[in-house]
């Protein structure tokens, strides 16, 4: 069984949580990775481009001349897409482009991200943050302490108040839940962090 050590607020190791080798040593799926971030970032386009089709351009319908006689391609309309300001053929419109994606894939790309964190040793487990008043100075000790000096996501089982409001406001840190987070946010993160009971309960997913 491979071996995380599992350090508190102040940074000294306190322990340390086993982790199946079979799972921490595996290659990790890039294929299940890729096909379930792209549906997480699908999910995030927007879609509000717009072209205007030839019904929807400013402009008279009238015929500009005869049909025939005048030496002149035919027009029905100078709202053709065939003329300077007419209309798009087949332009953009507003549509969503998410798609959908099995939950038990969703489920192994979130490991699959935990994983590559393992392996690439980007991972901190600690047992317990108190943060006693919601002050950002608290929260950069502990980050410092540690040190998650990188773009870090912080995994807790439960947020508490305190650490919601204290670390608002700090750059490159996101704190989520357990239950929150996606290999897309895992992934988008330089670090790790999470809380000894986040942490078991994740790899709880593995058997399931």
């Not at 919601?134 to 000096?149: A, G, H």
Request: glycine fraction near 6%; include cysteine; aromatic fraction near 6%.
């Amino acid at each position: 069984m491979a071996k995380i050590a599992i350090y508190n607020s102040k940074g000294k190791e306190v322990g340390s949580v086993s982790v199946d080798d079979a799972f921490a040593a595996e290659k990790v799926n890039k294929g299940v990775l890729y096909y379930v971030i792209n549906h997480y970032r699908a999910a995030l386009h927007r879609g509000t481009h717009k072209a205007k089709n030839r019904s929807e351009v400013a402009g008279s319908g009238r015929k500009l001349w005869r049909q025939k006689g005048t030496g002149r391609a035919r027009i029905g309309s100078i709202r053709s897409p065939l003329w300077r300001g007419g209309g798009i053929i087949f332009g953009p419109v507003v549509r969503s482009y998410a798609h959908s994606v099995p939950q038990k894939a969703r489920r192994v790309a979130l490991l699959e991200a935990i994983k590559s964190k393992i392996q690439d040793k980007d991972i901190v487990i600690f047992d317990k943050i108190e943060i006693e008043k919601p002050k950002t100075k608290e929260m950069l000790d502990v980050i410092k302490s540690l040190k998650l000096n990188k773009k870090c996501l912080m995994v807790q089982e439960k947020i508490d108040g305190n650490m919601k409001l204290a670390s608002r406001n700090i750059a490159r840190f996101s704190l989520m839940n357990r239950k929150d987070i996606n290999a897309l946010d895992v992934m988008t993160h330089d670090k790790l962090a999470v809380s000894e009971e986040a942490f078991s309960n994740l790899m709880k997913a593995k058997n399931t």
